[in-house]
Structures are given as C-alpha cells and as structure tokens.
C-alpha cells in the first residue's frame, strides 16, 4: 500500500498550487483521506479532510476559502488545490488515509501516509 504525493513547489505569495496524491496496492474509495502539513519544529498539522463523497469536506480555519480538497474515486486520488497561497503555507504537505471515520483531524488516527511533498511560498 502506497501513497504518492505530488506538485509541490515554489510559487510566489499569491499564487497557487494543486497537489495530488496516487494511492496503490488497494482501493481509498471508502476510506476519508486528508492532507497534513509540517514545519521544522512543529507538529504535524491538519489542513483538510475529504469523505468518501466529495461534498463531505472541512478544512483547517487557516485555510479556509483558499484551499479545496477533492477525490476522484477511480483514479484512487485525492488532490489538494492551493490558491491565495501565503508564506505561512510553506510546508511539507503530507496526504494521509485513515480507517476511522469521516472528520478526524488528529494525525494519530490516520493510518497511511504518502511522503510528503515540499510547498514553498516566497513573499
């Protein structure tokens, strides 16, 4: 089992970016998936959670409105599309699965993780 994330960058203040992260070895249509970011030095944080329907959605209030989480079930990825992005978003973004339920924010819970993807945003 594998997550692979992609499409991180450096992308000036403003700008933005779609990650997106394949899984394999086995089907994610039932399970919610999230995207996590890090700082040196810092715990891991949650950004934002897609159920298995895409209307099922929450985010981190820090990026709210500017960031959208999506699924598309038969390609077995998630995507994470970045826009308005602000230095403070400058972090390794992780894509995680969980086998729990839907709206789990905790890094803890989740039980797969894809290995992160590098997002630069320079002011």
């Known amino acids: 089992v594998q997550l692979q994330a992609s499409g991180g960058g450096l992308v000036q203040t403003g700008g933005s970016l779609t990650l997106s992260c394949a899984a394999s070895g086995r089907s994610f249509s039932s399970s919610p998936m999230a995207w996590f970011r890090q700082v040196p030095g810092k715990e891991r944080e949650f950004v934002a959670v897609?159920?298995?329907?895409?209307?099922?959605?929450m985010y981190a209030d820090s990026v709210k409105g500017r960031f959208t989480i999506s699924r598309d079930n038969a390609k077995n990825t998630v995507y994470l599309q970045m826009n308005s992005l602000k230095p403070e978003d400058t972090a390794v973004y992780y894509c995680?699965?969980?086998?729990?339920?839907?709206?789990?924010?905790?890094?803890?819970?989740?039980?797969?993780w894809g290995q992160g993807t590098l997002v630069t945003v320079s002011s």
């Open positions: 897609v159920g298995r329907s895409v209307t099922s959605t």
């Open positions: 995680a699965a969980t086998a729990g339920p839907y709206g789990v924010r905790t890094y803890e819970r989740y039980n797969y």
